[in-house]
């Protein structure tokens, strides 16, 4: 048996670390017969296509408001999750996607879940990136269910749709085994960021549920929860809906003013677990961190104040502080540029090892921890996460102009970088991470921690998601402005964990989430 003051969370994170002493042995090839799809089909439904909406630039249909709207939602849908490339590989096509993929395996599905308007009758719909189609495969009224399945979140009672996001687990424990479940979630915060990118895009404010009873949701979409099962609810408040053209309250101001329940809802802590086998831990983890529901008894489930106002953690007074205030970023009158970043974006290759200038590096830092400063170009000024204050940010420089090498702490409430230690990182970077060529040739990388014992003790074991997804988003963050402004990105979700923090001198209980690369492209 386990020691019991290890909950379930923190046995999962240690068990899934990657040690170089062990990882040869875990290393057993793939079986590419059994290789997953990254799609799902339906053989009943109808199908509500998307496509003829796309083609066209957003002032297509100027008096045409049934038009306008199936835009709005298609553009929504298509730059959250959307096919933009093609790409042939090993005698067949993979298809890549608006967010990115650990290993291009695409753990997510999307569905939309519709309160009825005049446009989208009630019922469930499943997104089919393929075909940039909804299929509507259940045609009932669902949203009194979802409500009470959200444990009646306010964020609910004055919106019509709602997306829901599921973890297909196979796809990506098919490559990365138990390990897996940190890419799954690190994915779904990809796919966050995008939604709540692309709702700026189109007048529409997502708001972002981590706390819902599992069982009930897995049941309302009719999905099999040995293979699926539900990891994040948005509900989208459409910012054009019954606006008045003399209204003096403007979209933004709009947006502003509407509040939310919780983000995130704490589940139990576990510590009496059995020993689980390999290949069994990351269901086993995943459900242990599910909220439980009984039809008979009303959920008394403790409120978790949520601050989102982010302070500084480390304050080292040994070292120097340098500022990155900076002009944010310009993304265009109508965030046409934002687009075409979302569009745009892949995950860098190789990169060069020449140096990215300070002012760049700033601009990425910028976009991503400060939204406050993009309100006035229409974007969220305070996008929903679940708690940013569990998350930790340090950043390791190899080569950018103005900057010694060594390793940062970033404290994004002071808006400053904060040396902790002086060194040329770069031969150890590659090994960190797995010997992969990003981490030695990239400029700088950025490392997302937690003090997960400290967050446990906050949010119980389902913490392990909202970190994860916390992480990705900003990742994504970090990843479009990257590709807006010229520069190389990739994500790294595989690193030998403990050599992280010792050899950046990381505190030793920041667990590492996930490593963002960052350089000029080769």
């Known amino acids: 048996m386990p020691e019991l003051h290890q909950s379930i969370a923190q046995h999962y994170h240690e068990r899934t670390k990657y040690d170089p002493e062990t990882i040869s042995a875990k290393n057993k090839g793939l079986d590419w017969a059994k290789q997953p799809v990254p799609f799902k089909e339906y053989k009943i439904g109808s199908t509500f296509d998307l496509k003829p909406y796309i083609k066209e630039k957003p002032t297509s249909f100027p008096n045409n408001s049934e038009a306008q709207w199936w835009q709005r939602l298609s553009r929504l849908l298509f730059c959250s999750y959307g096919l933009t490339a093609r790409m042939p590989s090993m005698g067949s096509t993979v298809y890549l996607r608006a967010a990115p993929s650990a290993g291009g395996l695409y753990p997510a599905e999307m569905y939309l879940l519709s309160r009825g308007t005049p446009l989208l009758p009630p019922g469930l719909y499943n997104y089919q990136c393929r075909t940039h189609s909804l299929m509507h495969y259940w045609e009932s009224d669902v949203w009194q269910k979802l409500q009470s399945a959200c444990l009646d979140n306010s964020s609910l009672e004055n919106t019509q749709l709602a997306i829901v996001i599921t973890s297909v687990f196979y796809r990506s424990a098919w490559r990365y085994e138990d390990r ?16 709540e990118l692309a709702g700026a895009l189109t007048n529409y404010r997502p708001h972002l549920i981590g706390g819902f009873v ?47 329940g ?5 589940s139990t802590t576990e510590t009496d677990y059995p020993k689980i086998p390999d290949g069994e831990l990351l269901t086993y983890f995943h459900c242990a961190t599910q909220i439980q529901s009984s039809a008979k008894e009303k959920l008394n489930i403790p409120q978790v104040k949520q601050d989102k106002s982010i302070e500084d953690k480390y304050n080292f ?20 540029e934002l687009e075409n970043s979302i569009l745009k974006r892949r995950s860098t290759r190789a990169f060069s090892g020449e140096a990215l200038q300070f002012d760049q590096l700033k601009a990425l ?18 996008p929903d996460y679940f708690d940013l204050n569990l998350i930790e940010t340090f950043i390791a420089v190899s080569g950018v102009e103005g900057l010694e090498r060594g390793c940062y702490y970033y404290a994004p409430a002071s808006q400053e970088l904060r040396q902790i230690r002086f060194k040329n990182f770069r031969r150890e970077l590659h090994f960190l991470c797995l010997g992969q060529d990003l981490g030695r040739d990239a400029s700088a990388l950025v490392f997302h921690t937690a003090d997960l014992k400290n967050a446990v003790a906050r949010y119980g074991d389902r913490v392990y998601r909202y970190l994860h997804m916390d992480a990705g988003h900003l990742g994504q963050r970090l990843n479009l402005a990257a590709i807006h402004l010229g520069l190389g990105v990739s994500g790294i979700g595989g690193f030998f964990d403990d050599k992280v923090n010792e050899v950046l001198g990381i505190p030793s209980d920041e667990a590492v989430l996930y490593i963002t690369t960052l350089g000029k492209p080769r």
Request: proline share 6%.
């Open 262 to 266: 919780n983000t995130a809802l704490p």
């Open 180 to 195: 897996a479940y940190r890419r799954i979630c690190l994915d779904t915060g990809h796919l966050i960021g995008n939604i």
């Open 317 to 336: 007074s040994f070292c120097d502080k340098i500022s990155t205030a900076t002009k944010p970023i310009y993304w265009g009158k109508k965030l046409e």
């Open 214 to 260: 599992d069982e009930d949701v897995n049941e309302l979409l009719y999905i099999d929860p040995k293979q699926e099962q539900a990891i994040a609810v948005i509900p989208l408040t459409d910012l054009q809906d019954n606006q008045d053209n003399n209204s003096i309250e403007s979209p933004l101001t709009k947006q502003q003013n509407i509040l939310g």
């Open 365 to 382: 830092l910028d976009f991503t921890y400060q939204p406050q400063n993009y309100n006035r170009q229409n974007n969220q000024s305070s």
